[in-house]
């Protein structure tokens, strides 16, 4: 007997990118930014004296940074994410200890909590009631109402950071893939520059499709945000150029 229609493929896709929207956009935009200030550094110095030399450097820098800087990111995320699922555990066990130890203190606790939330006195502390009789439930909501976090659950470390440097190199690729196949010349960085726009707004469309933002919000914060930080690349190399 069906209880109802069957989760379409296409909607398990988007609540796995959901699940890891932070760690795509916060990889790939910085893969986008970190590849491309080298390339618009290099732009802006004049690094293509001899066209041989400029193609080379740009891609060996480029894929230093893309590689190392892909890397660091990937673990730093991965770190960040034990350092937090760790505080989940501690505090968790602290609640549980602290509901073993007083659930009558903390079914009234959690009473006026719900009254705070909306619920009428006499049902919340019948909701109360019940959550005192379910430690483990009760501990999970305590946390989340009372300092934000969550149980531990979900993706684990390894995942978040494996999600964040592939984000990282993938959508960093964007500002080199010109100087794959083109000589390194002025019109070359253009092709660049529209790649890198492209890579930064199919990443705004991203967000896009798996938050409820408005379609200009989410390309609008993107681009702006990305063009911000080529502009400043590009004026470093500019200035020492300048020099």
Same mark, same amino acid.
């Given at each position: 007997m069906s209880l109802g229609p069957p989760r379409r493929a296409g909607e398990h896709r988007i609540g796995r990118v959901q699940e890891h929207l932070k760690q795509i956009v916060y990889g790939g935009n910085d893969g986008i930014v970190t590849t491309f200030a080298v390339v618009a550094g290099f732009a802006g110095y004049g690094a293509e004296g001899s066209a041989a030399v400029g193609?080379? !450097?740009?891609?060996? =820098?480029?894929?230093?940074?893309?590689?190392? +800087?892909?890397? /660091? %990111?990937?673990?730093?995320?991965?770190?960040?994410?034990?350092?937090?699922? +760790?505080?989940?555990? @501690?505090?968790? @066990?602290?609640?549980?200890?602290?509901?073993? !130890?007083?659930?009558? #203190?903390?079914?009234?606790? @959690?009473?006026?909590?719900?009254?705070?939330?909306?619920?009428?006195? /006499?049902? @919340?502390?019948?909701?109360? #009631?019940?959550? #005192?009789?379910?430690?483990? =439930?009760? /501990? +999970? =909501? %305590?946390?989340? +109402?009372?300092?934000?976090v969550g149980g531990p659950g979900g993706a684990g470390a390894a995942v978040r950071g494996l999600f964040t440097f592939v984000a990282f190199v993938v959508f960093g690729l964007a500002p080199l893939l010109p100087y794959f196949v083109l000589a390194p010349v002025p019109a070359t960085f253009a092709v660049s520059v529209a790649a890198t726009a492209a890579a930064m707004a199919a990443l705004g469309l991203l967000r896009w499709r798996v938050t409820n933002q408005t379609l200009a919000r989410c390309l609008g914060e993107t681009l702006l945000v990305g063009g911000l930080c080529a502009a400043v690349a590009y004026a470093v190399g500019w200035a020492f150029r300048a020099v």
């Open positions: 193609g080379v !450097a740009v891609l060996l =820098f480029g894929l230093a940074n893309l590689l190392a +800087d892909g890397t /660091a %990111m990937g673990l730093g995320e991965y770190l960040s994410s034990l350092s937090e699922e +760790d505080v989940c555990r @501690a505090t968790r @066990a602290r609640e549980l200890a602290e509901i073993r !130890a007083g659930p009558e #203190a903390k079914a009234a606790e @959690a009473g006026r909590r719900l009254v705070a939330r909306g619920l009428p006195g /006499a049902e @919340a502390r019948e909701v109360a #009631a019940v959550m #005192a009789r379910h430690p483990e =439930f009760m /501990a +999970d =909501f %305590m946390m989340q +109402d009372e300092i934000g």
